[in-house]
């Protein structure tokens, strides 16, 4: 993680786009404001001075991120709701928009590691900071009507799990132990039920 002087630095950073001094997109900033946007089921995020915490409907930990790129993550949030800085507080729709590739910042770093153009659907935002943290709220908007709720949405939940059905024994590699059926982590992973280790279907 970025060291706890960074982190502060970079929560003045951030607070400092909020009342207009913005910060340009690059590569890593692409990649958090795509990961908040791009996935389909919205975010609940709070930056303080040592955490950049993001909470996403799919997995029901929190994940932690370097707080160095949420500067240019809320300009990129200010600029596609339209608001007016200093802001103090945003309600507003945003998208669907596209973010071109960005490169690293600093220019040792290969061209490979472009982050490449990317788009997301329409989303309601929330956002509100004081001194100790700025905190955001994105929600898909696809059937969406009407302004959007002055109040926070309902914080994000993880979803009850489901559970994958097998037409065959499948045996844990773990402790052996075979089932018929697995919790459904994500992205592929299935999750034991004697040993609770997870692993690739
Ligand atoms: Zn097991």
């Known amino acids: 993680m970025d060291r706890p002087d960074d982190n502060a630095a970079s929560f003045d950073r951030a607070r400092d786009a909020l009342r207009g001094r913005f910060v340009e997109l690059d590569a890593s900033a692409s990649k958090l404001l795509h990961l ?3 996935n389909g089921t919205g975010c609940d995020a709070i930056i303080t001075s040592d955490k950049c915490e993001i909470h996403f409907a799919r997995h029901p930990s929190r994940h932690h991120y370097f707080l160095s790129p949420t500067p240019a993550v809320l300009t990129s949030l200010i600029r596609f709701a339209g608001a007016v800085t200093p802001v103090t507080s945003i309600r507003a729709r945003i998208g ?3 973010v071109p590739a960005h490169s690293p910042a600093g220019a040792k770093i290969p061209a490979s590691f472009m982050f490449p153009a990317w788009s997301f659907p329409a989303h309601r935002l929330w956002l509100d900071w004081n001194h100790q943290e700025i905190r955001v709220s994105l929600r898909d908007d696809e059937h969406q009507d009407g302004p959007v709720p002055s109040a ?19 045996a844990c590699p773990h402790c052996g132990q075979a089932a018929l059926e697995h919790r459904d982590a994500h992205d592929g992973w299935l999750v034991c039920s004697t040993c609770a280790r997870s692993f690739q279907s």
Request: positive net charge; hydrophobic residues 45%.
């Open 36 to 38: 908040m946007l791009a």
């Open 96 to 98: 669907p928009a596209s």
């Open 152 to 170: 926070l949405p309902q914080p994000i939940r993880p979803s009850t799990p489901s559970m994958i059905q097998h037409a065959a024994p499948v």
